[in-house]
């Protein structure tokens, strides 16, 4: 049996980390925008584009490990609810606790080019 590996971490993400999260629309339609970006999850939180897409999020068949709430949405229905808050950076009202989507997109751009460093304690830990 397939388990898929989990979208890669960014401190900035705000999808559940112990699963592959379907990214909205891309994986669907287009395929997986730019591996490394931050970009919203079919289960309405941000997560880390992978190098390897996950192609036919619509086949019956997924491999284990996907997010439950991203095949949810996929198979029409709503993705889960998130409080709204105050971006403490600008202000904005958003359902991604202490800084906006937009925040977290920047932030995340700056940070990944520096993450390599993390991401090799982070396998050798494993
Ligand atoms: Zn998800
Ligand atoms: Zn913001």
Redesign the pocket.
């Known amino acids: 049996m397939t388990t898929i590996t989990p979208n890669p971490h960014s401190p900035y993400a705000t999808a559940t980390p112990d699963h592959r999260h379907i990214i909205d629309s891309f994986d669907r339609l287009l395929g997986a925008p730019k591996p490394g970006g931050l970009v919203p999850t079919a289960c309405n939180a941000l997560a880390v584009v992978p190098e390897e897409p996950l192609r036919n999020a619509l086949v019956r068949k997924l491999p284990d490990g996907v997010c439950p709430d991203c095949i949810a949405v996929t198979r029409g229905g709503q993705p889960p609810h998130r409080p709204t808050s105050q971006?403490k950076?600008?202000?904005?009202p958003?359902g991604h606790g202490d800084?906006?989507a937009?925040?977290r997109q920047e932030r995340h751009e700056e940070w990944w080019p520096t993450r390599c460093n993390e991401q090799a304690a982070d396998e050798a830990g494993e």
């Open positions: 971006c950076d600008c202000g904005s958003t800084l906006c937009v925040c």
